[in-house]
């Protein structure tokens, strides 16, 4: 707010000398230089560029194992620093321990391109990147503040298993009997949702529960996200040809009970409304993978089965107050509606009055959906407690 | 354990002391085995320079009847094991063994087979990278380019079977190697004009009909 705009208000008569004057000091103690800060930065950008090119341009000449250990003192600087100082760097922003934390994290990983650059060594990616997430992981779940470095692990968890079981699902057809393999592989896709009981227990009992609750609504959404593609992939009947693989009935079970579990073990380590709800959405997660499979090919059951899961989670934002997310579930049934008349009656958009039809019918949707937004959203988002 | 103690293994010792130890590892890997030199072939004259690397096919010298088939024309063999035979670093000959339980193979004193799990997969006795800078990586393109030399590739044969690129270098072409390059070149030649033959014929065939009516016109 401007001064400028201060004195107007002052001049109409809105606000009267004190407090004008109780506006002016508080905005002046309050200010940011913003420009000043930006200049700061351009500077420092330009000089830390320009670092890294000089490095860069000589970096052939750099014995590799000098490069190595450059590599892993920056590393070691930045873990110490966050080691000896994190009370110090909090108090000063808690984004400069994020960010800390952040570019440890990053460095770790690069490490591992270094490593196979100066040796010629070579391995598929899941193994530097399930050896760093045991390496580095530990470190992030006990300094993360924040949705960087929660996104951080639960992006390389997400990323590590589905790059471990797309270069080993072949497997799957080498042995006589898939069952225990595709269980394993199950196991592995499913298991970053086990995240979200974790980080519910500890979302109560930390000094961190930002980053806790970040966490476990990644963990959800990770969950959300599966199994609404499983039963919008049910519409395009994916699944009857799929038998020995990570998406056949075996490991579609096994997807399903990580999900139960899952959430039943958030209802039980956070008993608050919004714990046992996000427990049920997990919870619903996995059922709706176990049904995908069964309303496979049947469009219409498959439209029911998304639209299920989505009321179960509208409900839930219902209960708890969650207006976001109740929001999405609306324009999630919404948009799934649409697709659904084009399904049942492709033949709609063929015909000059099929085509106005359909435009009545999706104007008329996106009337309806914004009049149940408007109607029943709850009133504020509470920041301090969405899923 | 105290939370301080915790979070020093966790936050310093876990993640440097484990960097640590694979840097120690790859390093100890690395100076085992015994150097060997291998002729290369660009593996993509186009596109030679991929990121930080040069890629490149191996040509093993392996005897001439896996090489070529009954009328003479080269085959594509996948290796998947090699027996290195002469004294490092020169490769007298290279012997291919579909299966590396062969006794024989075993027997063998300098195996090389193929990595599954490495980037090139089954592929690995067939194509290979080194990585270098920027530089370095255009040298070796147009060293590579260049049908007066050939490409050298130094590479570590671990006991283990791993074959570890380590440099490449250029040779002129020995006045066999240019002899067996115009023979390629000169059939190459035959190639391209029998194709270039056999698409004028197609035009003139294409055009014949249209020509035809108008002159029965």
């Known amino acids: 707010m401007s001064a400028r705009k201060i004195e107007i208000w002052h001049a109409a008569g809105l606000i009267d000398a004190d407090t004008r004057a109780a506006l002016l000091t508080y905005e002046e103690e309050n200010s940011r230089p913003l420009a000043l800060w930006a200049v700061f930065g351009i500077g420092a950008l330009a000089i830390g560029l320009g670092l890294v090119s000089v490095v860069a341009a000589n970096w052939e000449d750099v014995p590799g194992q000098v490069r190595l250990a450059i590599h892993l003192a920056l590393l070691g600087g930045a873990l110490g620093a966050v080691f000896f100082k994190e009370r110090q760097l909090v108090a000063a922003s808690p984004w400069l321990l994020e960010a800390l934390v952040a570019i440890a994290a990053t460095l770790g990983l690069t490490f591992f391109g270094h490593l196979g650059q100066v040796y010629q060594t070579g391995s598929p990616l899941w193994m530097p990147l399930s050896v760093w997430l045991g390496l580095f992981g530990p470190a992030l779940l006990l300094t993360g503040r924040s949705w960087l470095t929660a996104g951080i692990v639960m992006g390389g968890a997400i990323y590590t298993a589905m790059e471990y079981v797309t270069s080993n699902e072949a497997l799957l057809y080498a042995v006589d009997d898939p069952t225990l393999p595709t269980a394993w592989f199950a196991t592995v896709v499913g298991a970053p949702v086990l995240f979200a009981p974790i980080a519910a227990f500890f979302r109560t009992r930390s000094t961190r529960p930002d980053f806790w609750r970040r966490l476990e609504q990644l963990a959800l959404t990770y969950a959300v996200f599966g199994a609404s593609s499983a039963a919008a992939a049910a519409s395009v009947d994916v699944f009857s040809n799929e038998e020995t693989s990570v998406i056949g009935p075996v490991g579609l079970s096994v997807l399903a009970g990580i999900g139960v579990v899952a959430g039943g073990l958030v209802a039980l380590v956070r008993p608050t409304l919004s714990g046992r709800m996000a427990g049920a959405i997990i919870a619903g997660a996995g059922v709706t993978m176990l049904l995908a499979r069964s309303v496979s090919g049947v469009e219409l059951a498959a439209a029911l089965l998304f639209m299920l899961l989505w009321i179960g989670i509208g409900a839930a934002a219902l209960k708890v107050g969650w207006r976001g997310v109740f929001q999405l579930a609306v324009a999630a049934i919404a948009v799934r509606l649409i697709i659904l008349s084009f399904e049942l009656a492709s033949d709609l958009l063929l015909s000059g009055f099929g085509l106005i039809l359909s435009g009545f019918l999706i104007l008329g949707i996106a009337w309806g959906a914004y009049r149940v937004s408007q109607q029943f959203a709850p009133g504020s988002d509470e920041e301090g407690d969405e899923a | ?217």
């Open chain 2, 1 to 217: 354990m105290t939370q301080t103690a915790i979070r020093a293994l966790f936050l310093l010792l876990v993640p440097l002391a484990g960097l640590a130890a694979l840097w120690a590892q790859s390093e100890t890997l690395s100076r085992q085995g015994t150097d060997w030199e291998v002729p290369i072939q660009g593996y993509d004259p186009r596109d030679l320079l991929r990121g930080h690397y040069v890629e490149f096919n191996y040509d093993w010298p392996t005897p001439s009847d896996e090489r070529e088939d009954e009328e003479g024309f080269g085959v594509f063999v996948q290796h998947q094991n090699l027996c290195l035979i002469g004294d490092a670093p020169t490769i007298v000959e290279a012997i291919p063994f579909e299966d590396a339980t062969d006794p024989e193979f075993e027997r063998c004193k300098h195996k090389l087979s193929v990595q599954p799990g490495s980037v090139y997969g089954y592929d690995s006795l067939n194509r290979g990278r080194l990585y270098v800078g920027q530089e370095r990586a255009l040298e070796l393109e147009e060293g590579l380019r260049d049908r007066e030399q050939i490409g050298i590739v130094t590479f570590r044969q671990r006991d283990d079977g791993v074959l570890t690129p380590l440099d490449i270098r250029f040779r002129p072409l020995t006045d066999e190697g240019q002899e067996e390059r115009d023979a390629l070149r000169s059939e190459e030649a035959v190639i391209v004009d029998a194709a270039d033959a056999a698409i004028e014929a197609a035009n003139e065939e294409a055009d014949a009909p249209e020509t035809d009516p108008s002159e029965e016109e």
